[in-house]
T-cell receptor
Framework: AQSVAQPEDQVNVAEGNPLTVKCTYS??????LFWYVQYPNRGLQFLLK??????LVKGSYGFEAEFNKSQTSFHLKKPSALVSDSALYFC?????????????FGSGTKLNVKP | DAGVIQSPRHEVTEMGQEVTLRCKPI?????LFWYRQTMMRGLELLIY????????DSGMPEDRFSAKMPNASFSTLKIQPSEPRDSAVYFC????????????FGEGSWLTVV
């Protein structure tokens, strides 16, 4: 079965410091991986995706993510955090082995960036 | 592009009343999803449609919940009768069924059942 895990409910970081939000996945075959951000009282917004190619993918708002096949991880990173990055972040995997349209979302990680 | 459009954005209703949530997917997207988000359970997939046909409704919690997609540009999620435990944010999302595209979410319908 396809699944993603976000081991941290919350990540706290000071503004200007690098941030990492962790995600591990379990899929059959090659994964299609995604990160989404949810600001308060808003829907989920697409940040970036990995389908194939370079393991380091860059996305919106200065975020990037590193695909690591051996560790089955897809951690979200940013070199310098902003207070405005405070939000809920979701990792997701798309089922391409079975039901192609189904997305599996992690439980979400709340990122708090302190001034 | 107008994005996925949901209505109402906020609804407060009394227990036992019927609730209907509406969704207009992005034009050209032929797969539509309904999700529910709560603090306790996170983001749950309720049902999804492909070309207006329900493909997987295994996430629909009970018979009180029903969803329809009468045409490519409109879907409804109905709860009848509503209960306080149905209070949640309900998201609609859409995607083309081909290619490697991502899924696009609406802004959500915030439901409170008192």
């Amino acid at each position: 079965a396809q699944s993603v895990a976000q081991p941290e409910d919350q990540v706290n970081v000071a503004e200007g410091n690098p941030l990492t939000v962790k995600c591990t996945y379990s899929v059959s075959g090659n994964p299609y991986l995604f990160w989404y951000v949810q600001y308060p009282n808003r829907g989920l917004q697409f940040l970036l995706k990995y389908i194939t190619g370079d393991n380091l993918v860059k996305g919106s708002y200065g975020f990037e993510a590193e695909f690591n096949k051996s560790q089955t991880s897809f951690h979200l990173k940013k070199p310098s955090a902003l207070v405005s990055d405070s939000a809920l972040y979701f990792c997701a995997v798309r089922d391409i082995a079975g039901n192609f349209n189904k997305f599996y979302f992690g439980s979400g990680t709340k990122l708090n960036v302190k001034p | 592009d107008a994005g996925v459009i949901q209505s109402p954005r906020h609804e407060v209703t009394e227990m036992g009343q019927e609730v209907t949530l509406r969704c207009k997917p992005i034009s050209g997207h032929n797969s539509l999803f309904w999700y529910r988000q709560t603090m306790m359970r996170g983001l749950e997939l309720l049902i999804y449609f492909n070309n207006n046909v329900p493909i997987d409704d295994s996430g629909m919690p009970e018979d009180r919940f029903s969803a329809k997609m009468p045409n490519a540009s409109f879907s409804t999620l109905k709860i009848q009768p509503s209960e306080p435990r149905d209070s949640a944010v309900y998201f609609c999302a859409s995607i083309p069924s081909w290619g490697r595209n991502t899924i696009y979410f609406g802004e959500g319908s915030w439901l409170t059942v008192v």
